[in-house]
């Protein structure tokens, strides 16, 4: 089967008469690593159903406003990781959750109840380690470990310099690899 | 790149670099069944949601100085101003009454005795006349007329074209014996 390129995805989202076409293609072709990028980050499917959904629709809205000067996925990053931090913040205030070692064993028991997470013991223990990372930092260090994305690209995602996310990056494996061995 | 990113993870963590090949593959996190079959549909049924939802057709947005003036009221009328300008409100009615009630009796101390003769003159039919006559705002008036009081009466009685036979006669019908001796003392 033939990929859709973005530019097609982009002339489809320029005309009104193949506007809804072109955010269908668009959704097909990305939703799924969004829909995982999301995931990681707030753990749970309801909350990431909810996270995706605004992203989409807030692309809906302003795609306009994408100018070409990025990648299309890069641009579509960005915004699906603000509404994740967005959200987090905003739950966390809400349930005055901190990100320390009883939140990390309240995520473990979270997720051994998940119907929709199957993971083992050591993907259990790798997302108790990710909990204890800050959420900026988390969201670094799975773009990296998990997508492989280039600095670059993450840079633009995160609105931080390439050297801010090396480091970043660095610490936080060392903080994982801690939490292993601790 | 993929080499490059996995050699840099190796620098920082052999363990993070091995975890990464013993994971690979295996994606925990799992979505229910035709999950984003649907995904889309319900996207686009929610941007369409929203936007009838901000911009009902069927009701123009109001022009923005009526919108001002509606935060405006809303604000006034929460429980907290309500209540002050209620209060406000029965203070500023009861002083009203307070003042103008005052305003008759502070309004006869400085009326002249010219305008008080002229109101009971333009008004006599409202009078007791024997109130009158103790008081001796009567006298007064008569003689504004140029007469007496016994002119006053007079002049009645002359206006009514009556003769003496009938009058007498009526006297005699509606008087008693202390009433016709108090009558003729005071002729």
Redesign the interface.
Known sequence: MKEITDDYIIALLSESTSY?QG??LL??KY??SL??HI??LVID?DDA?DV??NT??KI??NIERFEGKSKLYTWLFRIATNEAITFLSSKKRKNTETLDAPHAAFMAEKLTAD??????E??LK??QALATLPDKQKAVFNL??FE?M?YEEMSEILDTSVGALKAS??HA??K??AY??H | MKKEIEEELRNISPFLADLKKELADKEPFKTPKFYFDTLADNVIAKVESQTQISTPPQYAEPPNWISAIQRGLAAILQPRYALAFATAAVLAVTGWFFMHSQQPVSDINFATTEEIQQYIHDNIDDFDLELLQENGALADVASEDNGTENDLFGTDLEKLNVSDEEIERYLKENMNENDLKEFENNL
Do not use: S
């Not at chain 1, 119907?115 to 083992?120: E, R």
């Open positions: 809804q955010f269908r959704m097909q939703q799924t829909y995982r995931r990681r499917h159903n995706i959904q989409f629709i809906f809205r119907v929709f997470f199957d993971g083992d050591i993907q790798l997302q990296r470990y492989e280039p990056y660095h494996a060392k994982i690899e292993f061995k």
